[in-house]
């Protein structure tokens, strides 16, 4: 699963390594090639309903469940509440709950936080500064900016600007990240509840040690969360290590953790 800039195009570089597995990748409604729906606000668990509904059209009772970034807590989530659908949860440069180390990128603070409305209104509304405030983004992450080849052009830069006859994925991206905070206080609770530390399904926590925000100390914050999980930090790859270190990615999804 993909989280909010991005979409189901993150694993392009992965899939082949994971063969002859079968692979299901998503867009979540609003995002990559699925319909830009008119809703304007994500409701409560929308995110695991739109996973646990591809599982059950596809006839998958069980799965390697593989999360990144906003949808690392989707995952979380639903192995919570589906522990006998998910053999293994993998969670790769994501967030659970609050952390003393986490930090979210300026621009999706700035989307998430409803006194800034107006002015991520104004941003959003005019082309030259969102190119702006995403290449600021992308250098951020430690990204070149005007790549092509980069996971930003195949995947990223899409949602913000659209691509052939499809439009973008703005109103996907403000719904999912204005409900960022509200999210985050209902994560804190099932921590607090002890839910997480009760889940026996295994769990492999893999980030790429570069990423100045969902950074180690946040994968090691997650890890310590769960009684069965084992922490992995991938080098020379920072916010997305499936589509920079793909072999590693590969081999940590696949339970390949000696």
């Known amino acids: 699963m993909h989280g909010f800039p991005d979409d189901s195009r993150i694993y392009d570089r992965l899939i082949p390594l994971v063969a002859p597995r079968r ?3 998503l867009d979540f409604s609003g995002f990559g090639r699925s319909d830009r729906g008119p809703y304007a ?3 409560p668990g929308q995110r695991e309903a739109e996973l646990k509904a591809v599982l059950t059209a596809l006839g998958i009772d069980r799965c390697v469940l593989v999360g990144h970034d906003a949808s690392g807590a989707v995952a ?16 790769l440069n994501c967030y659970y709950g609050d952390a003393p180390s986490l930090q979210f990128p300026e621009l999706i603070r700035l989307l998430g936080d409803p006194d800034f409305t107006p002015l991520a209104d104004a941003l959003m509304d005019d082309p030259k500064m969102r190119e702006w405030i995403l290449a600021h983004t992308q250098k951020r992450f430690g990204y070149a900016v005007g790549d092509p080849d980069g996971v930003v052009a195949a995947s990223v830069a ?4 659209g691509e052939d006859t499809r439009p973008d994925a703005l109103v996907a991206i403000r719904a999912w990240t204005a409900a960022l905070f509200p999210d985050l206080e209902i994560q804190n609770r099932r921590i607090a509840d002890g839910e997480l530390n009760t889940l026996t399904v295994p769990v492999t926590v893999a980030f790429g040690e570069d990423d100045p925000y969902l950074n180690p100390e946040v994968a090691r914050h997650i890890a310590h969360h769960f009684p069965n999980a084992t922490l992995h930090l991938i080098k020379n790859a920072s916010h997305w290590p499936q589509w920079e270190q793909p072999e590693e990615t590969a081999r940590l ?3 390949n953790e000696s």
């Open 253 to 255: 999804i696949l339970g």
């Open 41 to 43: 606000a994500l409701q």
């Open 23 to 25: 692979v299901v990748t």
């Open 76 to 91: 979380v989530n639903f192995t919570l509440d589906h522990a006998e659908s998910v053999d293994r949860l993998v969670l």
């Open 158 to 161: 899409p949602q913000w600007f």
